[in-house]
């Protein structure tokens, strides 16, 4: 599970795995790794904003890939106003832990966890979680995380230059089952897109968590051909669009999306 995190401490944005989400709705938290150059940390974020009161608070946890690695454990306890039992005597008096969903080496590693769960951050280096492979991404891809990153997949296929977008699919997690029960969840928000062009080998790009999808076709009588391409990267987000702009721009009239995360590969 692949999330953006906002870290107000800092005023900044980062990407994370997440080892465990604990609770539900006000009480959510998610365990994240801090990354910095020497190793960053592990902690507890809150998933919602509830530094301004608010009736609608801001999110603090983007989710980019929601799927739940199949290792992860469940337990709950009777109640949201009840410890999971074992940890009543063991957390301050001001930590809610009512449901752990996570991975089985740490909720079984009862020191750490609590550790964790009254607030205080664990060196990531030399800890339980520095040799554990946790990370979603997938093998043959590029992935554009740096603004060089997106450098150098403009590089690669020209700027998009004598490029036609060939196809665009969306997939947004929600549906209907047989029943007509509702899964009214929109968890994936991924979207396809294959380019071919003229200067390179044809380009598969697949955007995830994404926020906005602006898709304007050629009209009758123009060419559907790009000459150019702006690909930005800012606050742990991507901005793609089919023209040369300087800075993200959600008022552009052409094709653009915007998402928490971008992968590509050249496909024949």
């Known amino acids: 599970m692949k999330v953006r995190v906002f870290d107000c401490l800092i005023d900044s944005y980062f990407k994370s795995e997440v080892y465990a989400k604990i609770n539900t709705g006000w009480y959510e938290k998610q365990l994240v790794h801090v990354p910095s150059e020497n190793g960053g940390y592990i902690k507890f974020f809150d998933y919602l904003d509830k530094s301004r009161g608010e009736m609608l608070p801001k999110v603090n946890i983007n989710t980019i890939i929601s799927d739940i690695p199949k290792e992860w454990i469940s337990q709950k306890s009777e109640c949201v106003d009840k410890q999971i039992k074992g940890f009543e005597r063991l957390l301050n008096k001001d930590v809610r832990f009512f449901e752990y969903i996570g991975y089985s080496w740490l909720y079984e590693n009862r020191s750490i966890l609590v550790e964790l769960l009254n607030g205080n951050s664990i060196p990531f280096k030399g800890s339980i979680f520095e040799n554990r492979e946790v ?16 450098y150098h997949l ?115």
């Open 135 to 150: 990370a979603s991404e997938i093998k043959g891809w590029t992935y554009v995380e740096t603004k060089e990153d997106a």
């Open 154 to 268: 403009l590089e690669n296929v020209c700027y998009f230059h004598d490029s036609v977008l060939k196809t665009a699919h969306y997939t947004s997690g929600a549906y209907v089952n047989p029943d007509h029960s509702m899964y009214p969840v929109a968890d994936v928000r991924k979207v396809a897109m294959c380019f071919d062009s003229q200067c390179c080998d044809s380009i598969e790009m697949v955007f995830e968590g994404v926020t906005a999808f602006n898709l304007r076709p050629a009209g009758d009588n123009y060419m559907a051909d790009i000459s150019d391409a702006s690909l930005i990267v800012k606050d742990a987000s991507v901005f793609f669009c089919d023209d040369s702009i300087e800075e993200w721009d959600e008022n552009y009239e052409g094709t653009w999306i915007s998402a928490y995360s971008l992968r590509w590969r050249f496909v024949q």
